[in-house]
């Protein structure tokens, strides 16, 4: 079994930066692959970034590449992600989530179908 944990979201101003952190409790976090999504009211789900706890590249959306920076601590088995130049636009709960690392995982990594386990959501709000 696999928990995971947001926390960070928080009000922002448009213009600023937010860190948010999500805690993986597992056993094994080398076998598995997390992303980021987020969701706005009245939106679908939408897909951030994915990694590799064991390293390799980590894939962005497009949405995402300029101004969110993903990362992990795997002494800390947490995950991070930096959002810089926040916009109105990117309000939204902030999700992240893990899959197994397989091989069909990353042929559609982008698809919320791929992870398995899901954190509880951060909120995040941009707004003067």
């Known amino acids: 079994q696999v928990q995971l944990v947001e926390s960070g979201g928080e009000l922002v101003q448009p213009g600023g930066s937010l860190r948010l952190s999500c805690v993986v409790s597992v056993s094994d976090i080398r076998r598995y692959a997390t992303g980021w999504f987020r969701q706005a009211p009245g939106k679908e789900r939408e897909f951030l970034v994915a990694?590799?706890?064991?390293?390799?590249?980590?894939r962005y959306s497009d949405n995402a590449k300029d101004r969110f920076t993903a990362s992990r601590d795997n002494n800390k088995n947490t995950a991070y992600l930096q959002m810089d130049n926040l916009k109105p636009e990117d309000t939204a709960v902030y999700f992240c989530?893990?899959?197994?690392?397989?091989?069909?995982?990353?042929?559609?990594?982008?698809?919320?179908?791929?992870?398995?386990?899901w954190g509880q959501g951060t909120q995040v709000t941009v707004s003067s």
């Open positions: 989530a893990a899959g197994l690392s397989t091989l069909d995982f990353w042929t559609n990594f982008r698809s919320q179908r791929q992870y398995e386990f």
């Open positions: 990694f590799r706890w064991n390293g390799g590249t980590v």
